[in-house]
T-cell receptor
Framework: GEDVEQSLFLSVREGDSSVINCTYT??????LYWYKQEPGAGLQLLTY?????DMKQDQRLTVLLNKKDKHLSLRIADTQTGDSAIYFC????????????FGKGTTLSVSS | AAGVIQSPRHLIKEKRETATLKCYPI?????VYWYQQGPGQDPQFLIS???????DKGSIPDRFSAQQFSDYHSELNMSSLELGDSALYFC???????????FGPGTRLTVL
């Protein structure tokens, strides 16, 4: 079945870059997403990438996709304390209407 | 911008009771999704609807049912509640032609 894996924790200093990694197993994954969840809050869609793209940049966020290795990464430039949260990688095979399959989430801790 | 609305935000029930969770999607979104997130867990997909018809089904227990109404809002009905049903329940919405799911703030259900 489909599986999405992430490392559980990442600790960085304020101002450094953070790189959160994700691997997935489903070759037919069409869309790959990054969501952010702060304690007790909902899931905020940060960005997504189509499987036919290698990279997507949005302000401080850069998503890199290696389809051959089924590896996705999220780079946060100039990490701030407000970036401390759980980051979930998610994938779906099809367009709208089908379920998101989430990884376990990576807890990012930013120290000042 | 308008977001997904969920009610109630918090709910406390006894074992074997029933609960109804409501979701109001973003205006002009026609697809709704329900996810369950246990403590320290990733969100697990339950069920989704498009134009009042079930679109996709995940790990939804037989004790739960859901529907989407003509105004696109959705309700998740949960019966014979068990302690293990205590979780955050998220609703998400999307436009059918799009691939972005936007999440509501969640309903925290506690079963005593």
């Amino acid at each position: 079945g489909e599986d999405v894996e992430q490392s559980l924790f990442l600790s960085v200093r304020e101002g450094d870059s953070s790189v959160i990694n994700c691997t997935y197993t489903d070759s037919s994954s069409t869309y790959l997403y990054w969501y952010k969840q702060e304690p007790g809050a909902g899931l905020q869609l940060l960005t997504y990438i189509f499987s036919n793209m290698d990279m997507k940049q949005d302000q401080r966020l850069t998503v890199l996709l290696n389809k051959k290795d089924k590896h996705l990464s999220l780079r946060i430039a100039d990490t701030q304390t407000g970036d401390s949260a759980i980051y979930f990688c998610a994938e779906t095979e099809h367009q709208a209407g089908t379920a998101l399959i989430f990884g376990k989430g990576t807890t990012l801790s930013v120290s000042s | 911008a308008a977001g997904v609305i969920q009610s109630p935000r918090h709910l406390i029930k006894e074992k074997r009771e029933t609960a109804t969770l409501k979701c109001y999607p973003i205006p002009r979104h026609d697809t709704v999704y329900w996810y369950q997130q246990g403590p320290g867990q990733d969100p697990q997909f339950l069920i989704s609807f498009y134009e009042k018809m079930q679109s996709d089904k995940g790990s939804i227990p037989d004790r739960f049912s859901a529907q989407q109404f003509s105004d696109y809002h959705s309700e998740l009905n949960m019966s014979s509640l068990e302690l293990g049903d205590s979780a955050l329940y998220f609703c998400a919405s999307s436009a059918r032609r799009d691939n972005e799911q936007f999440f509501g703030p969640g309903t925290r259900l506690t079963v005593l």
